[in-house]
């Protein structure tokens, strides 16, 4: 059983910047991969972002690339939101596998899910 305990959302003007923490308690193996996924009001869960264990690999959603970066310190994920814009608004839930695989852009694919905080981009 693993826990995943996210923090760090809130309330942000367009352009501005926010970062995301979730640590990881529980049973966790040495694959273990952690990530982000969002859902905006009456929208599908959207995956964001992943990386590996040791932080060396990741992957990120068309929508966030080369504004979002996500890292790794043994048990705890980060997302570093910076540039953000209105459609960035959401719940964002840090989620978790047991390995790295082709298909971590399928939010179905991860086991283990956080309460999930809000963000919210505001002009």
């Known amino acids: 059983q693993v826990s995943l305990v996210e923090s760090g959302g809130g309330l942000v003007q367009t352009g501005g910047s926010l970062r995301l923490s979730c640590t990881a308690s529980?049973?966790?193996?040495?694959?273990?991969?952690m990530g982000w996924v969002r859902q905006a009001p009456g929208k599908e869960r959207e995956f964001v972002a992943a990386t590996t264990s040791t932080g060396r690999s990741t992957q990120y959603g068309n929508s966030v690339k080369g504004r979002f970066t996500v890292s790794r310190d043994k048990n705890t994920v980060y997302l570093e939101m910076n540039s953000l814009k209105s459609e960035d608004t959401a719940v964002y839930y840090c989620?978790?596998?047991?390995?790295?695989?082709?298909?971590?852009?399928?939010?179905?694919?991860?086991?283990?899910w956080g309460q999930g905080t809000q963000v919210t981009v505001s002009s």
């Open positions: 529980g049973r966790t193996s040495s694959t273990y991969v």
């Open positions: 989620v978790g596998k047991g390995t790295w695989s082709i298909i971590n852009y399928l939010p179905n694919q991860y086991n283990d």
